[in-house]
């Protein structure tokens, strides 16, 4: 990376505060092959500021005044750093240097894979294997007489996208699995996501059937129900399609579309109305212009949220968690979730139903693992989504963003009920974006494994859990009521900050 | 109120009877047509149905179940906002609206009994007549340990300005009230301005409220003064004597801000009606700025919208935004906000002295003056210095209460002067709470008890709407004052903030939208259940209790290992 820094240094930088322009500081700026630093000549203090090159999302340069250029950062946690450079030629060097640096168009640029991997081989070995997902299956009591892991997906036969080791109906036949891939988008067959052991109701996943308007598949229609016979409790599941129904139609007309209850015996279709990525990233967009907004009056800002529509798409995603907990605790019904693809929106519902549902992932690990299961293992597009690399600027947008928010919007209606404070799920969205670490490199499992990422980087959670004192709600206690059994939050448009 | 119910409900059931007989012997019999039905179903937010008995009395709607006191209902009339009624078949249903904005809905069987009942509620929620109000009926049930009448009195208050600062003296030009009607007999005055030059200046002010001392910057020694408008009308019209009582508060080359809470336009046109605004001209040691605070029936107009907002849950989040924006309340919050951050600014970075005022002097100026006090002062932040303020900034500076505070949101009569000033006052210091929460030595729930007792209360002390009202009410020895009741130790320690500690900086609330929030604790309170939130907050109480005890410890084990030293100590300087 060091060739593409055009000024390694320049001198009396001005950094300014935001809230008090008057008061900014002076001193010298640095590029590094990772890091952008300012540290202040005021030899006393010395301070020092640090900006990732991976977290940088913009840097503007507003026209050039008699003090010299400005130079607008803007990260992807939404930081804004203002610099002030003397020579409009340094400063049109750092912008030059920084839209380079801060775009990687190769794996090997990132922070995390510039390390030398053998330098602290053990630790590195260790923080792998710090989360064990197969014994989270073990804690939910996976497998069982109901559920069962297949070697269907071993070497990523049947979907590319999906972990290797999948849970499936007992009763679910080699063919049944093949069939039912084969009859989904991208092969991501209905497969067990979560186990609820006080009513044996699960929640599985997959992506958009290839219905078109008449097609139809024996197997897939057996691999649902096989899932409804693997709940004894019930004689029917929900299939929750989060789309807004009008788009799931739409997909019909490509060969996609969702189910056709005449065909699935004993299925309630149920749709739910999240956005589709487009819209969540404009929406985002929008709602942080709302911040920048210099001195917006009441009217503006709320009106500006309104138009956003943010809160409204939180909303959704929550109610979706909120319609699939109280299926599987109350009714003792199964769910089937889907999207198109499978791995935005239907991550989102069900790692809030999972949070809604189950205590354990209402603490710290519990947390990591629930990440990790819904997020990681099941291909959900980070290096796509979160602009790792230079890429197709389409395919961004602030999906587990929106994941974390809800997790946050209920750890405000429950403040005893999280193991973890708010710091701790802002620093999981850093780490999202940083790259600093293998975990949320690449768009699968299968990609992971083929860079090689356990081999050549460190892995994010024992970290975080080291540094869990300065992550911990001292609020939070094991047995405390808000800690047991279900959450039901109370989505009523007012209870959302 | 139900805030004294719990006392009350104590009571066994025959002093209910007792209690209904004497007030019926009262004025108030022929206005209850029925005094009591059997069968009466009370439904009311997160408590379980009941049960009872309905019973009127001259004060009081009364529902005992009778099997466990724990479930009935206390509602003064005077809390009551507006009712409705309902009938299926001979089953009525009467909802009743609150002032404090809940809503509780009783079924009653029998049509007759339902329309008398209804009726008479809404006589007797809206009597006109002062001397039949609750405070001059009620005797106290618990023991009054200070006379909060007696609590906080001018000359008390004098007595602190007077040991930082020998500028000022106090005048009872005012002592029989006929300099200024809303004014108190006391107040503060520049030494050096006799009172007829007072009388003078009084007459060219609004409502003869004269410019009068709200406040003294120890730090800098910079005042901040309030008053009513001008009376400058359409031809300029000055007052020498006004000019002098003003200049009286500057130091020699110093200016001083004139903070206008109305716009520049809204003040020209007063003019017009005689009032307006200090001309460069004749103040030329003055500056004048013009903020926009909203008059008070726009004010209340605000108060229904939101909480018409809050009320509906059928919203989208679209439409509920909307909503919010439209009913203008945040923007109310902000405009005030700013305003005192203006005038704290003013006397804290800028060094100036500062006279603040709208048009009467009795609302938005008060807003600002109280407010900025709340900034600038942290005395004011206390239990005890809250109630001094709203003491001296709201009831002394008469600021009208009863006219202000006699409908609430939901009330169907057409407004008069009713607006939600004070009730603005106190979501302002909510906010700032929320956003500096170690700071107050109180928490919301005195906000919230101050703004219920704003409206409806059993306490004398928001009746009338100045001094001179409530003195010829003779309140303070026929009713009781609120501040009794405040000030017991178990209702301060029910009223204090565990996360206190002192802090003796001013402290500048953020007024960026973003850091304003919708006060759940009023405009939610009745909408969703709080459980969760009540249990975080006892939790951390308990924490802090936790905490404290093993500091406690330490400290004890630390004195005694020191003790212990000591008397080693000689030991070991002997060979």
Known sequence: ?497 | MFLCSHFILTQPVTFLVKHQQRCQEMEFAELIKTPRVDGVVLRRPFLPTVEGTLCLTGHHLILSSRQDNTEELWLLHANIDAIEKRFVGSLGTIIVKCKDLRVIQLDIPGMEECLNIASSIEVLSTLDSVSLMYPFFYRPMFQVIEDGWKSFLPEDAFKDLESMTEEWRLSDVNKDYSVCSSYPPLVAVPKDVDDDTLRKAAAFRHGGRFPVLSYYHKKNGMVMMRSGQPLTGTNGRRCKEDEKLINATLRAGKRGYIIDTRTVSVAQQAKARGGGFESEANYPQWRRIHKAIERSSILQESLIKLVEACNDQSHSMDRWLSKLEASNWQTHVKEILTTACLAAQCIDREGASVLVHGTEGTDSTLQVTSLAQIILDPACRTIQGFQALVEREWLQAGHPFQQRCSQSAYSNSKPRCEAPVFLLFLDCVWQILRQFPCSFQFSQHFLVLLFEHTYASQFGTFMGNSASERSKLNLSQKTVSLWSWVNRPQEVERLSNPLYEANCLVIWPSVAPQSLLLWEGVFLRWKRSSRCLDEAYDEMVHIIQYNNKELQNKVNNLRRQLAQLETEEPLLQTP
């Open chain 1, 1 to 497: 990376m060091m060739e593409h820094i055009r000024t390694p240094k320049v001198e009396n930088v001005r950094l300014i505060d935001r809230t008090a322009p008057r008061k900014a500081m002076v001193g010298t700026l640095y590029l590094s092959a990772t890091h952008t630093i300012f540290v202040e000549n005021n030899p006393e203090t010395r301070r020092e500021t640090w900006v990732l090159h991976s977290m940088v999302a913009s840097v503007e340069r507003p026209p050039t005044t008699p003090s010299g250029s400005h130079l607008v950062v803007h990260t992807k946690n939404f930081q804004v750093v203002q610099l002030l450079i003397p020579q409009e030629r340094d400063a049109m060097d750092v912008q030059a240097s920084l839209a380079r640096l801060s775009r990687p168009e190769k794996y090997s640029e990132l922070y995390c894979l510039s390390i030398n991997p053998n330098a602290n081989k053990e630790e590195r070995e260790e923080s792998w294997s710090f989360l064990d997902l197969q014994a989270d299956y073990r804690r939910m009591g996976v497998p069982n007489n109901l559920w069962v892991s297949t070697p269907a997906n071993s070497e990523y036969r049947v979907c590319d996208t999906y972990p290797s080791e999948l849970f499936v109906p007992k009763s679910a036949t080699p063919p049944v699995i093949v069939g039912s891939s084969k009859f989904r988008s991208r092969g991501r067959l209905p497969v067990l996501t979560y186990f609820h052991q006080d009513t044996l109701a699960a929640i599985c996943r997959c992506s958009q059937p290839l219905s078109g308007f008449s097609a139809r598949s024996q197997e897939d229609e057996q691999m649902l129900e096989a899932i409804m016979k693997s709940n004894p409790g019930s004689d029917y599941i929900y299939v929750v399609d989060t789309r807004p129904k009008l788009n799931a139609m739409a997909n019909r007309a490509a060969g996609k579309g969702y189910e056709n209850e005449d065909h699935y015996a004993n299925i309630k279709l149920q749709f739910i109305g999240i956005e589709n990525i487009h819209v969540m990233r404009n929406s985002q967009q929008k709602i942080s212009d709302v911040g920048e907004l210099k001195t917006p009056s009441m009217g503006d800002f709320l009106w500006g949220l309104e138009s956003s529509g943010w809160l409204k798409h939180i909303k959704a995603v929550l109610d979706a968690g909120v319609f699939i907990a109280k299926a599987v605790a109350e009714e003792g019904i199964s769910v089937v979730v889907h999207c198109s693809d499978g791995w935005d929106r239907t991550a989102q519902a069900c790692s809030v139903a999972s949070v809604l549902l189950e205590p354990y992932y209402r603490t710290m690990k519990g947390l990591m693992l629930l990440i990790e299961r819904d997020w990681v293992s099941f291909g959900h597009k980070f290096s796509h989504r979160y602009n790792h690399l230079e890429g197709d600027p389409k395919e961004v947008s602030p999906v587990i963003d929106q994941f974390l928010e809800c997790v946050w919007q209920l750890s405000e209606q429950f403040p005893c009920a999280f193991e973890f404070n708010e710091r701790f799920l802002v620093q999981l969205h850093r780490h999202v974006y940083s790259c600093q670490y293998g975990n949320f490199l690449g768009n699968s499992q299968k990609e992971r494994r083929d860079m090689g990422l356990r081999e050549r980087t460190h892995s994010l959670w024992p970290q975080l859990w080291k540094d869990r004192a300065q992550y911990a709600n001292p609020l939070y206690r094991a047995d405390h009521t808000q800690t047991q059994g279900i959450l039901r939050p109370n989505t009523t448009p007012y209870c959302f900050k």
